[in-house]
């Protein structure tokens, strides 16, 4: 049974950091898709990703400010966000394994077949 665990979400005013982790159990992260994503309502959209072993690709919202990483020895999935913004709040998830990893394919809820429970992130101005 796969099972991908979130952990390190919260509260913190604006210009704080956090770090997310989620750690993967009957799964190894490889070459597929892993990301994070964040649900506001019903949207859920994709945040940031790695593809075919360390292709990256952000949000435009978040460049320059999160940054994911992997590391394979713990299989666990990061990711670092500096500098947040009230509009950073919500259900952040991670999520793993899609069938055809690619650019477009990675910030794609669709494309995943695992996801974490879910975790907040919230943050105050």
């Known amino acids: 049974e796969v099972q991908l665990v979130e952990s390190g979400g919260g509260s913190v005013q604006a210009g704080g950091d956090l770090r997310l982790s989620c750690a993967a159990s009957?799964?190894?992260?490889?070459?597929?898709?892993m990301g994070w994503f964040r649900q506001v309502g019903t949207k859920r959209e994709g945040l940031a990703g790695i593809f075919s072993y360390d292709n990256t690709r952000y949000h435009e919202s978040v460049k320059g400010r999160f940054t994911i990483s992997k590391d394979n020895a713990k299989n666990i999935l990061y990711l670092q966000m500096n500098s947040l913004k009230p509009e950073d709040t919500g259900l952040y998830y991670c999520?793993?394994?899609?069938?055809?990893?690619?650019?477009?394919?990675?910030?794609?809820?669709?494309?995943?077949?695992?996801w974490g429970q879910g975790i907040y992130v919230i943050v105050s101005s």
């Open positions: 009957g799964y190894t992260y490889g070459g597929s898709c």
């Open positions: 999520a793993a394994d899609c069938a055809y990893p690619s650019f477009s394919a990675v910030l794609d809820p669709h494309e995943y077949n695992y």
